[in-house]
């Protein structure tokens, strides 16, 4: 091989290297834009919303135009596990998409660049460490996580008798 081929060869792998180095750099991942103050406070017998925004890559906005997985767990003290308490899951099959919304009535879980836990009517045992993830694997494979602890505070009635001492 002469120079003038190497230089080609090399040349053009140089090329390929420094292209593959600035994607690299400028690629973005799956990136949490905004999330809930830790930790959140609620009043008890009042709603709250625990939200996240995020943002995607393109490949990964692409994938989840096919499929997503929302999971919402919870921290069981006795087990020191995540007991999962809702999912919000988005899959396209033959072009109809098809979302699977939690079961429990309290629980409702919006999706746009945006997953918010909204609780309804907040208990005492609501009170607690949760933990959402992100899934653009029908394996569930966790792309990303965050957490947050929620304090449930009495009621507003009692939080306003403080104000009068």
Not at 122 to 150: C, H, M, P, W
Request: with cysteine; proline share 4%; aromatic share 12%.
């Amino acid at each position: 091989m002469n120079c003038l081929d190497m230089e080609k060869q090399y040349g053009w792998f140089k090329s390929l290297f420094v292209i593959a180095i600035c994607f690299t750099e400028l690629s973005e991942s799956f990136n949490w834009t905004a999330q809930p103050i830790n930790p959140t406070s609620a009043i008890k017998g009042q709603d709250v919303s625990l939200a996240w925004q995020y943002s995607l890559t393109a490949d990964e906005l692409l994938q989840s135009q096919t499929l997503f997985v929302i999971f919402w767990k919870k921290l069981n003290p006795s087990t020191s596990n995540y007991d999962q308490i809702a999912t919000k899951s988005f899959l396209k099959v033959f072009g109809a998409p098809s979302y699977q919304e939690p079961r429990s009535p309290r629980i409702r879980i919006d999706r746009n660049k945006e997953a918010t836990l909204h609780i309804k009517d907040v208990r005492r045992e609501d009170e607690g460490t949760y933990k959402i993830e992100f899934s653009l694997q029908s394996d569930g494979t966790v792309l990303a996580e965050q957490r947050v602890n929620l304090t449930v505070l009495g009621k507003l009635s009692s939080v306003h008798s403080l104000w009068k001492c």
